[in-house]
């Protein structure tokens, strides 16, 4: 299962976590879209 930029916004912590528990996306995945829309939001 790909997630976009977008359905990880949308999730909250507890939600992510599921996510990663049942290894439908990796953390490092999730931290790279963390720091892409940090990017994009401070430009």
Same mark, same amino acid.
């Given at each position: 299962?790909?997630?976009?930029?977008?359905?990880?916004?949308?999730?909250?912590? +507890?939600? #992510?976590?599921?996510?990663?528990? %049942? &290894?439908?996306? =990796?953390? +490092?995945? #999730?931290?790279?879209?963390?720091? %892409? &829309?940090?990017? =994009?939001?401070?430009?």
């Amino acid at each position: 299962m790909t997630l976009s930029l977008k359905d990880y916004a949308g999730s909250d912590g +507890l939600g #992510l976590a599921a996510l990663v528990r %049942a &290894r439908q996306v =990796r953390p +490092l995945k #999730l931290v790279d879209a963390a720091i %892409a &829309r940090i990017e =994009r939001l401070d430009s």
